[in-house]
Every structure is written in structure tokens, then in C-alpha cells.
């Protein structure tokens, strides 16, 4: 866990099953409606969203999941994946960033900085070769915030959000003190 200034991250458990879902569903809305249909947006809500696929999620044991509270309101969460566990096959000694989602009020305070350090932190801990993460090509902002933080992309991959097809651009930050 760490704590400072009233911000707290620290592992998400399924009791914080509730917040998690409040969470993932408000994020996701805040960050992908614009430019998304309602239709669209509300099936990936209801498929990837549900108390039954994130207990599933929680329970996987090559999955963290990381809670952002300040003053002990929700602000943040992380999840990232190891292993069989990762979005795509053939990123063998890595740890991938599958979700950092900061609500809107909370984006000044650097949260993503921090989530993105605390993922590095992790996988050099573990001694892997790289952070990588999947983000939407036209989530513009996100794509300067990982280039900022070291990422560069290497490849894509196609992402459904209900029934359209998007590309993700896959971004990489390899680790340099590896021992």
C-alpha cells in the first residue's frame, strides 16, 4: 500500500468488488463516450463490466488489481496482467497494463504517473523485460501521457467495443535495469 497526502493505492480485493464496478463503469463512460455509440458503449459496459467477469478477474491469479482512494473516495484503479493472463499471446517475461482509468475530478493529481510508476516498480521487482498496454488510436491524450512516460508503440491490435471493430496502438516501455 502506499499512502500519501490522503491518497492511498493499495491491492483491490473482491470486497471492494462494488467500487471496482462503480469505478470501471464510470471511467470507462467518462473516458470513451465521445465518439462511441450508446449501443456500443453500453454492451462492452454489460460484458466486460459485470459483477460475474470482474469476481472472475479478481480471482486470477496472474491479475492485480490496484485501488486509487483520496480521503477514502474512489478516484483510480490499475489491473495488470502476467502470464496467460495478458490480452495477447507472445509477450513472454513481461507485465502488461490492462487498464488505468482515473475519473476526470481526480486527473490533476497525477494518479496516472503514479499508477504507471507502480506497474515498473512491479515488473522490476519481478525482473521482466517490459511494460507494454494496448490504447485506443484515437485517445489522443493517453497516447502523449504513455509516450511522456518512456512508452513507444511496436505494434496494434484490433479492439471490439460492442459491435465495431477499433484499433488499439501497443505501446512498450522496456525496462533497462534488469539484473
Request: aromatic residues 12%; negative net charge.
Amino acid at each position: 500500500m502506499i499512502a500519501t497526502d490522503g491518497l492511498i493505492i493499495r491491492k483491490c480485493r473482491y470486497r471492494d468488488l462494488d467500487i471496482l464496478k462503480q469505478l470501471s463503469e464510470a471511467t470507462f463512460v467518462e473516458t470513451f463516450s465521445e465518439g462511441n455509440s450508446k449501443e456500443d458503449m453500453e454492451a462492452y459496459l454489460e460484458q466486460n463490466f459485470n459483477e460475474a467477469r470482474l469476481t472472475e478477474e479478481l480471482g486470477n491469479p496472474s491479475s492485480l488489481f490496484f485501488l486509487v482512494l483520496l480521503h477514502d473516495s474512489p478516484a483510480a484503479y490499475m489491473k495488470v496482467n502476467f502470464d496467460a493472463a495478458q490480452t495477447e499471446d507472445g509477450y513472454g517475461n513481461t507485465l502488461e497494463i490492462q487498464r488505468i482509468y482515473v475519473l476526470n475530478g481526480f486527473k490533476s493529481l497525477h494518479i496516472g504517473s503514479m499508477l504507471v510508476q507502480m506497474a515498473v516498480s512491479l515488473a522490476e521487482g519481478l525482473k521482466l523485460d517490459s511494460v507494454w498496454l494496448g490504447v485506443w488510436e484515437k485517445n489522443y491524450r493517453a497516447i502523449e501521457f504513455y509516450k511522456k512516460q518512456g512508452f513507444v508503440q511496436f505494434g496494434s491490435h484490433i479492439f471490439k467495443l460492442g459491435d465495431d471493430l477499433q484499433t488499439d496502438l501497443l505501446m512498450k516501455l522496456p525496462l533497462k535495469n534488469r539484473s
